[in-house]
């Protein structure tokens, strides 16, 4: 199973990133797809969810800002983040899961800076 993240990079407050994951190795339609993200220091938290049917669910803190989908065709899930604020700075991680089944992706660094 890979989860493989791609599209962090510095982004100015105000301005937008895109992040993708490509999975491999796992039914995709299956799984509940998420994006989590740590910054240092903090506890790794929630940013957005979309499930097995395409409902989605987003962290307070960005509610709004950034948006979640998913390809079921390319096993994709992408998370498009608008208006970014400094606190968006983190290492943004791809998360699989369905029943006991849970997997990661190495995280990509989102850093917003003028």
């Known amino acids: 199973v890979q989860l493989v993240e791609s599209g962090g990079g510095l982004g100015q407050p105000g301005g937008s990133l895109r992040l993708s994951c490509v999975a491999s190795?796992?039914?995709?339609?299956?799984?509940?797809m998420a994006w989590y993200r740590q910054a240092p220091g903090k506890q790794r938290e929630l940013v957005a969810i979309i499930d097995r049917r395409a409902e989605t669910k987003y962290g307070d803190s960005v509610k709004g800002r950034f948006t979640i989908s998913r390809d079921n065709t390319e096993n994709t899930v992408s998370l498009q983040m608008s208006t970014l604020k400094p606190e968006d700075a983190a290492v943004y991680y791809c998360?699989?899961?369905?029943?006991?089944?849970?997997?990661w992706g190495q995280g990509t660094q989102v850093t917003v800076s003028s």
């Open positions: 998360n699989a899961n369905w029943l006991i089944h849970d997997y």
């Open positions: 190795g796992i039914s995709f339609r299956m799984y509940d």
